[in-house]
């Protein structure tokens, strides 16, 4: 079965680093998406992406953030200047056309 | 806005017994997506379930069954005769149709299942 691939599954990062997390999403998806969990705190959506360009953001998802889908089949969360509240896990989800969303399996940002 | 709230925060029960997860949403909208998933301790979201709000249908799943009342605007999970396996943290989420389609999450509830 397809799936949605994440990678790295664990990043470490100093405060202040940029950081680039990448996703790989189901190949045939169109809809495509960005969630945070803090450790032990609920799964919160950050952004969505369609025809290359943001459906929606989160109040969450401010200037520090981006989302970059640079060829056919990447789709990137990019963190500019990371801070010590921005470690959580990230998930990236697809879909196709009245799809449910598939989640990955999660990168683990550590920020020190 | 949307919202859902998981009242039960942590759960213990004994292998074998039945255990139901309380899931309670609130929305304007008239078409939306509920779900549950399934987040073990490797922290991966494994996805449960899908139910239109259309289809006020229980459904049954194997030693899982969900219970979708619009009346009181609830989706309940059960699962029955429980396994240490099914120890995990499970979300109850829900989204629009043909909204701007992001999934809203309930906070959790972390169900340990002891031997």
């Known amino acids: 079965e397809p799936e949605v691939t994440q990678t790295p599954s664990h990043q470490v990062t100093q405060m202040g680093q940029e950081v680039i997390l990448r996703c790989v999403p189901i190949s045939n998806h169109l809809y495509f998406y960005w969630y945070r969990q803090i450790l032990g705190q609920k799964v919160e959506f950050l952004v969505s992406f369609y025809n290359n360009e943001i459906s929606e953001k989160s109040e969450i998802f401010d200037d520090q953030f981006s989302v970059e889908r640079p060829d056919g089949s990447n789709f990137t969360l990019k963190i500019r200047s990371t801070k010590l509240e921005d470690s959580a896990m990230y998930f990236c989800?697809?879909?196709?056309?009245?799809?449910?969303?598939?989640f990955g399996d999660g990168t683990r940002l550590s920020i020190l | 806005a949307q919202k859902v709230t998981q009242a039960q925060t942590e759960i213990s029960v004994v292998e074998k017994e039945d255990v139901t997860l309380d899931c309670v949403y609130e929305t304007r909208d008239t078409t939306y997506y509920l779900f549950w998933y399934k987040q073990p301790p490797s922290g991966e979201l494994v996805f449960l379930i899908r139910?239109?709000?259309?289809?006020?249908q229980n459904e049954i799943s194997g030693r899982y069954s969900w219970n979708f009342q619009k009346s009181t605007s609830s989706f309940n999970f059960t699962i029955t005769a429980s396994q240490v396996v099914d120890s995990a943290v499970y979300f109850c989420a829900l989204s629009i149709v043909g909204g701007d389609d992001k999934i809203i999450f309930g906070k959790g509830t972390r169900l340990h299942i002891l031997p």
């Open positions: 989800a697809s879909r196709g056309i009245y799809q449910p969303q598939h």
């Open positions: 139910r239109n709000s259309f289809d006020e």
